[in-house]
């Protein structure tokens, strides 16, 4: 079945610097790719629509200069937490539409802490 | 304002017994329903669907009932097993379009043998 690859599994940077995740569809193109956040014990909230050739589509509260997406290729997405600050600890998930029953696949999740 | 919600946190139910998660949505453009399984530091795991021009979707254990008018779901699980323990999502979509999931809060669930 369609994969979603997401690399790095778990990072740990300091403040003020910045991270880049990178979520991969594997035997199938994305032209769009969703990036989830979910802080411990709450839902999957949606951060941003990315689409491939095209600027990102942020949700309403989220920095899109704090977080940049790119989405250079249809098989690749990128989010980099820039400046990154403790509160942004977070566990963030990456989707993307690939058909089939479910219609979405996940990637396996990066859980940044900011020390 | 939550468009999709999971009223229960936590259900513990016995192995071999019926467990039974429930969800409400109040869009009523969404027309695609799905329910992820989650364990902690993984990405959800696609359990079952349905589409909102059937009423029931079953798949081995796990059947999933939809009820349009009041707007509910519910994600039957028969008989449960240990194994089954986890945080399950309910998740609606409205299909026409690249359109993202919306999540429920989830309900932890603890099968207990």
């Known amino acids: 079945g369609a994969v979603v690859s997401q690399h790095p599994s778990r990072v740990i940077c300091k403040s003020g610097t910045s991270v880049k995740i990178e979520c991969r569809s594997l035997?199938?193109?994305?032209?769009?790719m969703f990036w989830y956040r979910q802080f411990p014990k709450k839902s999957l909230m949606l951060m941003a629509t990315?689409?491939?050739?095209?600027?990102?589509?942020?949700e309403q509260g989220v920095e899109k200069d704090k977080f940049l997406i790119n989405h250079a290729s249809l098989t690749l997405s990128t989010l980099t937490v820039t400046s990154a600050h403790p509160e942004d600890s977070s566990f963030y998930i990456c989707?993307?539409?690939?058909?089939?029953?479910?219609?979405?696949?996940f990637g396996s999740g990066t859980r940044l802490t900011v020390v | 304002d939550q468009q999709v919600k999971q009223n229960s946190p936590s259900l513990r139910v016995q192995e071999g017994r019926i467990s039974i998660l429930n969800c409400d949505y109040t869009?009523?453009?969404?027309?695609?329903f799905l329910w992820y399984k989650k364990y902690p530091a993984e990405g959800p795991t696609f359990l079952i669907s349905?589409?909102?021009?059937?009423d029931k979707n079953e798949d081995g254990r796990f059947t999933v009932f939809l009820n349009k008018s009041a707007k509910h779901l519910s994600l039957h699980i028969v008989p449960s097993q240990p194994g089954d323990s986890a945080v399950y999502f309910c998740?609606?979509?409205?299909?026409?379009?690249?359109?993202?999931?919306?999540f429920g809060k989830g309900t932890r669930l603890s099968v207990i043998a």
């Open positions: 035997d199938f193109q994305a032209t769009t």
């Open positions: 349905i589409s909102s021009i059937k």
């Open positions: 998740a609606a979509s409205a299909r026409s379009g690249n359109t993202p999931l919306v």
């Open positions: 990315s689409n491939e050739g095209s600027k990102a589509t942020y």
């Open positions: 869009n009523s453009m969404f027309d695609y």
């Open positions: 989707s993307a539409r690939a058909g089939g029953v479910s219609g979405y696949t």
